[in-house]
């Protein structure tokens, strides 16, 4: 029989429907950019897994194992170019409609991925950090996000964002709790206030959003943050999305202009 999951109360009732990090040796950022073309956060809609194991005769479930390898690839390559942050859309809330073996399968990648990888990532100087509802995950995920969210707090070279059981919608409702729980006067709460109660207080927001797949929406991914980021949308599925792509995002950005309303 299969594993039956405990889900949120409030979780959304339908959906919107071997290459480990390289060496321990830290590598040297390359001159690929100017600093200042860089974008300082960059986020990313991993877009495409099932897609990609359809066109393949593959399950669902083999769609993410490509996922996460691409995973791999791509956080080599963003300490490779020097991006301070890096946040990854990895379990949508939403997500908790797909059937069950799918999802248990995506929380088993989660918690093999974080066990098999902390050691490259705190050899590379990745912090990593959850976004998103801890407690509501499954006793032996939250175990594991906690362990690597210790053994990597020392990183100083990428601040990996996971973002896990995560929507946007969720998160202001957290931050707006947070502030009545606070006892902020209203006339007190503000911009400042708001974005200090959320998830990534302290970060960034992000200059640059990534969505792989060809579609181009967020998917309730970082909504306040990104409010004046920059949109690229691939048409590659998640799995083929690579270093290659990943600089031709970047070159992308450092194209625009960013007027900020003005």
Do not use: C, K
């Amino acid at each position: 029989m299969g594993r039956v999951l405990a889900r949120p109360t409030d979780a959304p009732p339908i959906a919107h429907v071997e290459d480990h990090l390289a060496s321990p040796a830290v590598p040297t950022p390359e001159a690929f950019l100017p600093p200042e073309d860089l974008p300082r956060h960059v986020a990313i809609i991993m877009d495409g897994n099932r897609r990609w194991a359809r066109e393949r005769g593959l399950t669902e479930v083999e769609g993410h194992v490509a996922g996460v390898e691409a995973v791999r690839r791509l956080i080599r390559h963003a300490v490779l170019r020097a991006i301070p942050t890096l946040s990854l859309y990895a379990f949508s809330r939403e997500n908790w409609a797909r059937p069950d073996e799918e999802v248990v399968g995506l929380f088993g990648l989660l918690e093999a991925a974080i066990r098999d990888e902390t050691p490259e990532l705190r050899a590379e100087g990745v912090r990593v950090r959850l976004l998103g509802r801890l407690h509501e995950l499954p006793a032996e995920t939250q175990a594991s996000i906690t362990e690597a969210l210790e053994a990597t707090g020392d990183g100083r070279r990428l601040l990996l964002n996971v973002a896990f059981n995560y929507a946007g919608r969720t998160e202001l409702v957290d931050a707006f709790r947070a502030l009545a729980a606070s006892g902020i006067a209203p006339e007190e709460i503000d911009e400042a206030a708001i974005a200090g109660a959320l998830y990534t207080a302290g970060q960034p927001d992000p200059d640059l959003v990534i969505r792989t797949g060809g579609e181009e929406r967020l998917s309730n991914f970082l909504i306040w943050q990104s409010a004046y980021a920059e949109f690229y949308t691939s048409p590659l599925l998640w799995p083929d999305f690579d270093g290659d792509a990943f600089d031709e995002a970047l070159l992308e950005y450092a194209r625009r202009t960013r007027r900020f309303g003005r």
